[in-house]
Nanobody, 121 residues
Framework: QVQLVESGGGSVQPGGSLRLSCAAS????????MGWHRQAPGKERELVAS???????NYGDSVKGRFAILRDNVKNTVYLEMNSLTSEDTAVYYC???????????????WGQGTQVTVSS
């Protein structure tokens, strides 16, 4: 019913920048919180950043001051601007959204397929 499609991943050198995008589509009535999580090899998935429908943001400690999450409610799209990247940021990044679909009550969580970010010299 709802699809999240990520784009913008790739390889970058340490100190570089990348911008991820995630567009939601489908039978959407309302999108509540949207966010990005990441999972590095051998590690648990962790929150990178989230943003509510009215623009309140939350960041993981390791990315504060380097990453910024933005949202376009008209386009149902969330962005993650990543700066000053280090090898520790290498991971698969997953988009997440809590969506209320048309004709339903409450919201449920949806995930994208993930996009690889590799930071290496």
């Amino acid at each position: 019913q709802v699809q999240l499609v990520e784009s913008g991943g790739g390889s970058v050198q340490p100190g570089g920048s990348l911008r991820l995008s995630c567009a939601a589509s489908g039978s959407i009535f309302r999108i509540n919180t949207m966010g990005w999580h990441r999972q590095a090899p051998g590690k648990e998935r962790e929150l990178v950043a989230s943003i509510t429908s009215d623009g309140r943001t939350n960041y993981g400690d390791s990315v504060k001051g380097r990453f910024a999450i933005l949202r376009d409610n008209v386009k149902n799209t969330v962005y993650l601007e990543m700066n000053s990247l280090t090898s520790e940021d290498t991971a698969v990044y997953y988009c997440n959204a809590f969506v209320t679909t048309r004709g339903s009550y409450g919201s449920r969580s949806y995930w994208g397929q993930g996009t690889q970010v590799t930071v290496s010299s």
